[in-house]
Antibody, heavy 117, light 112 residues
Framework: EVQLVESGGDLVQPGGSLRLSCAAS????????MHWVRQAPGKGLESVSA????????WYSNSVKGRFTISRDNSKNTLYLQMGSVRVEDTALYYC??????????WGQGTLVTVSS | DVVMTQSPLFLPVTLGQPASISCRSS???????????LNWFQQRPGQSPRRLIY???ERDSGVPDRFSGSGSGTDFTLKISRVEAEDVGTYYC?????????FGQGTKVQIK
């Protein structure tokens, strides 16, 4: 089955760190650009970060640049998001999504990150 | 960043009646390959987003033909020809032509 399964979401204090993972299965992960998209509670969708299929190129939104790091391990079919210096406004459901040229054609179920003291 | 503006933000509809959602981009969305990556997603309550339409008007596999997309330039539209109960949810337009990819605010569709 073609799917993405996120994990690692948790309650974290402001200023803390957290690493999210996204396990891919059912397709050739190493051929796909991958993204992280988040959704704050009751709010809309925001593209956060992207990484090329090889991992050689990465992109970040201004809201997370310098604090978050996207990476991947194609041998493990896994995408990561290292979150640092987290803020209350980073509280959201974090989805990983597969890119298909300018679009997302596959989404995970999301993992919840709550930033609170 | 490209700003995507949807209207209306709330859309009460009668079963069997048509519905239309507008999406306007703050700038043109033509990518370097000549395509316009304007997409529509449906998010049912408690679920992940699901792609409905890509490149303005291409319907994803398995999407009912009552959904259609159109538009050009900076104005785009998602239409539902006859709303069914399963169409309840929030609909987002999204541009994938320029990083960061950006979404509209979402239009919540509910049955009257």
């Amino acid at each position: 089955e073609v799917q993405l399964v996120e994990s690692g979401g948790d309650l974290v204090q402001p200023g803390g760190s957290l690493r999210l993972s996204c396990a891919a299965s059912g397709f050739t992960f190493g051929n796909s650009h991958m993204h992280w998209v988040r959704q704050a509670p009751g709010k809309g969708l925001e593209s956060v970060s992207a990484i090329s299929s090889s991992g050689g190129n990465t992109w970040y939104s201004n809201s997370v640049k310098g604090r978050f790091t996207i990476s991947r391990d194609n041998s493990k079919n896994t995408l990561y998001l290292q979150m640092g210096s987290v803020r209350v406004e980073d509280t959201a459901l974090y989805y990983c999504a597969r890119e298909i040229k300018g679009d997302y054609d596959l989404w995970g179920q999301g993992t919840l990150v709550t930033v609170s003291s | 960043d490209v700003v995507m503006t949807q209207s209306p933000l709330f859309l009460p509809v009668t079963l069997g009646q048509p519905a239309s959602i507008s999406c306007r981009s703050s700038q043109g969305l033509v990518f370097s390959d000549g395509n316009i990556y304007l997409n529509w997603f449906q998010q049912r309550p408690g679920q992940s987003p699901r792609r409905l339409i890509y490149k303005i008007s291409e319907r994803d596999s398995g999407v009912p033909d009552r959904f259609s997309g159109s538009g050009s330039g900076t104005d785009f539209t998602l239409k539902i020809s006859r709303v069914e109960a399963e169409d309840v949810g929030t609909y987002y337009c999204m541009q994938g032509s320029q990083w960061p990819w950006t979404f509209g605010q979402g239009t919540k569709v509910q049955i009257k």
